[in-house]
Structures are given as C-alpha cells and as structure tokens.
C-alpha cells in the first residue's frame, strides 16, 4: 500500500513539473506587446549647418559680412497614413540682423505646400511652412539664409534657430515639436596695426618736409 502511494506521488509530481516547465517555455517565447502594431509612426524634424551636421560644440561662426546658410531638414518615420494641417514655424530674434537679406527657398515635395517670410512679428522674424496634406513617405530639405548687421554684432552674440513643427489632429489640440538649435556667432578679424616707412615708392612720400612748403 506504501509502494503504491509513493509511485503515485512520483507519477503525479513528474506531471506536474513537466506541466511547469511546458508554462514557463510558453511565456518566456511570447513577446510581451507587438512593437509593430504600438508604434504608429512620427514626423522627425531637425536643423542642420551648412556643412550638413546637426550639433557643433561651439555652434558655427560667421564673418558679419558673409551669409550664414542652414536647412531645416524634414522626414517620415514608419507613418502609416497621410496627415492633414501640419504647420512649420521658425522664429528667431531680428535684432543684429539684416532682415531683408534673410531668406527661405521653396522645395520639392509631393504634396503642395506655402511658404510665408520672412515676416516681423514683434521682436522676432518669422518664416512659416503649411501643408494642407502631407505624404506619409515625405521627405526634404528647406535652404533658409541668415545675414548678421555688419560690425554692430557683440562678440558674445548667439543667435539661436530652431524650428517647431505644429500637428494639428481632426480633433483634439495642436501636437508642438521642437527640433533642435543651431547656434550662430558673428566672427571679427583681431585688430592689428601696419607701421610704414617713409619711402619714394609710396604716393604721397616721395617728397620731403612737405609742411615746410
């Protein structure tokens, strides 16, 4: 009768571990969520210098007379559908600069869009972007054009440019994302000094005690 129990309690431990063990392989194997069904896709927007990057350690100096080129640079991540009214903005201070010297250039896309700006609203210049409808596999560059005053820039200057793109849904509030910022400083030559000597070759000293004529 011992025997019996004993072989029926080993019977019925080995079933129930192996039970155990088919559980825990089934859970371990099942993902916890589908990543590909939580994830709806999003539009990425990023700044870049001229040279293409998107961050410098000191930001990009220019000399006051040069023009300062940047883009606003556009793309699409795994969107699933095309979006209505998506609004692009970027404002930046006007006071050292030349605003009828800065500029935006149109782009290609694959929807039809408008451009306005630069425009002065207050104490800033402003350019704005608009699609009515935007192509859920959209992607471009924006050219923009920046012109510092000439030599009336502070040397410590920083002018910030970013951009936001504004989302707004059928129904609900506006979605406001900020990109990143790129920073511009006006650049000046060192100050030096050039020390001549009298010589014949240079009009204007080919004669002498002039003053005494």
Excluded: W
């Amino acid at each position: 009768m011992k025997r019996t129990l004993r072989t029926f309690l080993k019977i019925t431990f080995l079933f129930l571990l192996i039970q155990l063990l088919f559980l825990v392989s089934t859970v371990t194997a099942s993902p916890a969520f589908d990543t590909s069904e939580a994830f709806d896709g999003k539009l990425v927007i990023s700044m870049r210098y001229e040279s293409g990057e998107e961050t410098l350690p000191n930001g990009k100096s220019y000399y006051t007379d040069q023009i300062m080129p940047v883009y606003l640079k556009v793309d699409t991540n795994e969107l699933t559908e095309d979006l209505t009214n998506v609004n692009f903005e970027i404002r930046v201070p006007k006071e050292y600069l030349q605003t009828g010297n800065c500029k935006i250039s149109d782009f290609e896309s694959k929807q039809p869009h408008t451009i306005s700006g630069p425009v002065t609203e207050g104490d800033e210049l402003v350019f704005k972007i608009h699609f009515p409808l935007f192509d859920k596999t959209e992607s471009f560059m924006v050219p923009l054009v920046f012109d510092f005053l000439d030599r009336v820039v502070p040397n410590d200057y920083t002018l910030p440019v970013s951009t936001k793109l504004i989302e707004t849904p059928e129904s609900g509030d506006p979605i406001v994302t900020e990109s990143n910022q790129l920073d511009l400083h006006p650049l000046y030559l060192d100050p030096f000094l050039t020390k001549y000597v009298n010589t014949n070759q240079i009009p204007g000293m080919d004669q002498d005690n002039l003053a005494n004529d």
